[in-house]
């Protein structure tokens, strides 16, 4: 009878923690701000007026609701190659039609209000891929903020046309060079700054990681998939999805899309994190090739030598390319609620290219893992099952590292 | 313990003093150890080398970075610690760092490592009062001081739960920033020294930004101690190897400042 302990929505605990991950390991100068972020999010989440301006802007301004979509040239394409019966039918959320593209939008309209309320007057964000630092830049420049985007010297090179968006947007883009001029670096950078700037600075972090309450925030504010997409399977065909599949770098799409199916039992749910090179070699898979650790404000699976060394990751995918992971997805991995498994560069290349032929879809590398591992999956399930997966961004901002993949110039 | 409670004089404040373990090597540290207590450090805080140490600006980043790339490894800082403890049976020796280096064994197995390498108390950066059990408590029942920070930010409302299970000293980071880069203004440190001596008997020492004779001075005279780290780290940085009388001479010009300081 007790549902709410049986629950696997009733985390965080207030101290932060999803089982033994979570937490808030920062440094003392940051503590009163992460108190004070917390009684904010609290105050938002019983604040009507909170809410309606949020669902106001994802509506007007993100363009929400992101369609439901059977994918059908996908589903044909697949069963032509599965056993007799086989092919699961494949839907997708297609959070690749918001505002800027990808569905981290999400969370910086719902951080970008928060700030407001708290009365900062500058933002802050790290950013891998530049989908964040995009997102961050547009609510900033929607709101008359100042935006400082720390991207690592490695990823501006790889993502010159986020970087560029992010200019036209108003933003100052500050390249990392410490580390390896990736993600974690990045936000080492951003937590630098905010540490010298608590007074009137925000940071808005990208993922559903970092201190409590970021996780339990950005989840929240990315739940908006998941409830979308759970009342859209219910009106269109009025059941639920077999299986929910999403691609995992830090995990915040994931966790939007899983979190409001936690307790729907007969949902199995797959996060995809990116094997890079593959998992013997260079990877970003924290929970295959990981143990867990504390960085960056959390604990959860890294990354890391024997020594607690933080080790580099490597995706071709600089949204998945991070040795960390949301300390959700960590407690989901060890409670069994969730199942994780990984896809390399070059099936995530095979994919991408797989969507733009039978879809007309140009996904993001991100998505393109989760694709991946929907092929892999929809062959070994029946025809009448039914995944639905996060299309979480659009390739636009990728075209340039697949044609070098893929050995083309243009 | 012990070590580090009497290493507060009561005519003067101690001087305390940071290096990172492993740099310029793992072979060339225990000399520049030796380099700080022969110029006149109370207290060494000797910090262990991570990847990603956030709260540092650029000089103690690039020294976390020339010790990693030279291979250091958490049993060689366990060493340095083990063979200054048996070349200076007196002076209290600190490690200061960051969560995941200390506890990816379990904080059990760190404490014990602590006791077994003559290592006095732990400062760590990212693990606040919130989450103390995930290191506290080890530490604390095998009578290793766990050194609690103090900052600008910390309100009268706070103060109380930083005090609680702190010991050693209290160490009050006397900028809202990373390491290294700018001193405080001296009228705002000394009504936080004397905000904070009002709610504990802890020593309580400050750093962050400090480094010439005078600075070390000027704080000297309302502290119980004084805390400088990026500016030996620099020294370390351009003398390398042959960092030892380089060393030897700015911790003594500190030292002499803080002894005439009173």
């Known amino acids: ?410 | 313990m012990t070590r580090l409670s009497n290493a507060f004089p009561a005519d003067r404040a101690a001087l305390i003093t940071f290096i990172t373990a492993g740099d310029p090597s793992v072979e060339d540290t225990p000399a520049i150890l030796d380099a700080l207590v022969e110029g006149g450090a109370d207290i060494i805080e000797l910090g262990m080398p991570f990847t990603d140490p956030m709260a540092d600006g650029p000089a103690i980043q690039a020294a976390n970075i020339r010790s990693l790339t030279g291979g250091t490894k958490t049993a060689d800082v366990l060493n340095i610690a083990k063979g200054f403890r048996a070349r200076h049976p007196n002076v209290p020796l600190i490690l200061m760092g960051y969560a995941n280096p200390m506890t990816i064994r379990g904080a059990d197995w760190f404490a014990d490592a602590c006791v077994s390498n003559g290592v006095d108390g732990v400062i760590c950066v990212d693990i606040p009062v919130e989450e103390d059990d995930s290191l506290g408590d080890a530490l604390r029942s095998n009578e290793i001081a766990v050194v609690r920070l103090a900052t600008p930010t910390t309100d009268a409302a706070r103060l109380p739960t930083i005090l609680n299970n702190a010991s050693g000293f209290l160490y009050y980071v006397s900028v809202a920033g990373i390491t290294g880069l700018q001193q405080a203004a001296q009228a705002s440190i000394e009504e936080a020294v004397n905000r904070l001596k009002s709610g504990t008997d802890l020593p309580v020492a400050v750093g962050f930004g400090v480094r010439t004779p005078d600075q070390a001075a000027d704080i000297a005279r309302v502290a119980d101690g004084v805390v400088v780290g990026s500016a030996i780290v620099e020294l370390v940085e351009k003398y390398g190897k042959d960092a030892y009388a380089p060393v030897r001479d700015y911790i003594a010009s500190l030292a002499s400042a803080i002894a005439s300081a009173r």
């Open chain 1, 1 to 410: 009878m007790n549902d709410q302990a049986n629950s696997f929505k009733n985390q965080p605990d207030e101290r932060g923690h999803f089982g033994q991950f979570g937490g808030r390991y920062v440094a003392e100068t940051l503590m009163p701000l992460i108190l004070d972020l917390e009684k904010e999010y609290r105050a938002a989440q019983n604040d009507p007026e909170f809410a309606a301006q949020f669902d106001d802007l994802l509506t007007n301004y993100v363009g929400r609701p992101s369609p439901l979509y059977y994918a059908q040239g996908l589903t044909e394409e697949l069963r032509k190659t599965a056993p007799e019966g086989k092919g699961a039918q494949i839907w997708f959320k297609r959070d690749e039609l918001n505002h800027t593209g990808a569905h981290k939008i999400n969370n910086c309209i719902g951080q970008i209000l928060l700030a407001m309320r708290m009365g900062k007057t500058r933002i802050i964000a790290e950013t891998g891929a530049g989908q964040h630092g995009v997102a961050t830049a547009t609510v900033c420049a929607r709101f008359g903020l100042p935006c400082y985007i720390y991207m690592g010297s490695k990823d501006i090179e790889r993502q010159a046309p986020n970087m560029f968006r992010m200019k036209l947007l108003g933003a100052q883009v500050i390249p990392v060079e410490s580390g390896t001029g990736t993600l974690k670096d990045a936000m080492n950078e951003a937590l630098r700054d905010w540490v010298a700037n608590v007074d009137d600075t925000f940071y808005i972090i990208g993922t559903a990681a970092g201190p409590h309450p970021y996780p339990e925030l950005v989840r929240d504010f990315q739940s908006v998939i998941g409830k979308e997409a759970r009342a859209q399977m219910l009106d269109r065909i009025n059941r639920l999805p077999d299986m929910l599949v999403a691609a995992i770098g830090g995990g915040s799409n994931a966790i939007g899309l899983f979190h409001p199916f936690l307790d729907d039992k007969d949902v199995e749910m797959l996060g995809v994190e990116a094997a890079g090179h593959g998992l013997d070699k260079e990877h970003a898979a924290s929970l295959s090739g990981g143990k867990p650790g504390i960085l960056h404000g959390n604990k959860t699976y890294l990354l890391q030598d024997e020594d607690g060394q933080i080790d580099e990751a490597h995706s071709i995918s600089a949204g998945l390319d991070y040795p960390g992971i949301g300390p959700e997805h960590s407690w989901l991995k060890e409670s069994g609620r969730v199942r994780y498994d990984s896809v390399t560069d070059t099936e995530a290349l095979d994919a991408f290219q797989l969507l733009c032929r039978t879809e007309g879809i140009i996904p993001a590398l991100e998505p393109s893992h989760a694709i991946a591992a929907v092929a892999r999956e929809a062959v070994k399930m029946d025809q009448d099952k039914i995944i639905l997966a996060n299309l979480c961004g659009r390739g636009d901002k990728d075209i340039f590292t697949v044609a070098e993949a893929l050995g083309t110039e243009i």
